[in-house]
């Protein structure tokens, strides 16, 4: 029996892990960096962690052409917000043109979003829009094909008003059993920190310490 699969009729999907946590002062997101169609790794360094402004942020999963085209459309709408009022836009906004998007078209299209960034009126919040439209608040949640095999590890170790090294180490961590476990995750582990100062990016590696194993690099991190 000969195995055949023509990878151009295979969509393109982010199957993936995200995650967004809550801390006193921001909050941190991370996911890792597979994409793939079908069984084939079409990108191994992507980058799921997308600027809508510069103080809110999203976390994709499922299509990866699906959720690109609504990043673009609801960065290009708070942009616009933003020139117009004079004023940052509000993360509950960013969360609800997603919302919007993702339940109108929910026949169409095949999106799973985590919205998380920080605003003056409620500080760093994270909300969660997953298949169908759905639109929640939670201090922490996941997503994507990986976060079925890290439901226990959350719930064992997330606890309310961790710092924010706290957070990092527990999104870290969670994202790389999920890549130990699920195919469809893997590559390295990016983080980003949302404060009022702006984003803070981190990238782990997958070993053990999160560092490189290649003499002269290691984990890098970037202030944007």
Not at 72 to 101: C, G, M
Request: charged share 20%; hydrophobic share 35%.
């Amino acid at each position: 029996m000969v195995y055949e699969m023509d990878f151009t009729d295979t969509p393109v999907s982010t199957g993936t892990t995200i995650m967004a946590v809550e801390f006193d002062g921001g909050v941190v997101i991370g996911a890792d960096s597979r994409t793939s169609s079908g069984p084939y790794v079409a990108n191994r360094v992507t980058d799921k962690l997308t600027r809508i402004t510069d103080k809110i942020y999203c976390c994709r999963s499922g299509s990866a052409a699906d959720t690109q085209a609504i990043a673009d459309i609801v960065a290009y709408s708070l942009n616009y917000h933003e020139n117009q009022t004079n004023k940052d836009a509000l993360v509950f906004e960013a969360a609800s043109e997603f919302r919007n998007f993702c339940y109108n078209y929910r026949d169409s299209l095949l999106a799973g979003i985590i919205v998380a960034g920080w605003d003056e009126q409620r500080g760093g919040q994270v909300f969660s829009i997953p298949l169908g439209g759905m639109l929640t608040r939670e201090p922490c949640t996941i997503g994507g094909s990986g976060s079925s095999f890290i439901y226990g590890y959350v719930r064992e170790h997330f606890r309310e008003g961790m710092s924010k090294e706290e957070c990092v180490k527990f999104v870290k961590q969670a994202v790389q059993h999920a890549i130990y476990h699920d195919g469809s995750s893997g590559g390295v582990v990016r983080v980003g920190i949302i404060t009022k100062e702006g984003v803070e990016r981190r990238l782990f590696y997958n070993t053990e310490s999160g560092e490189s194993e290649v003499a002269g690099t290691g984990s890098s991190t970037l202030v944007e």
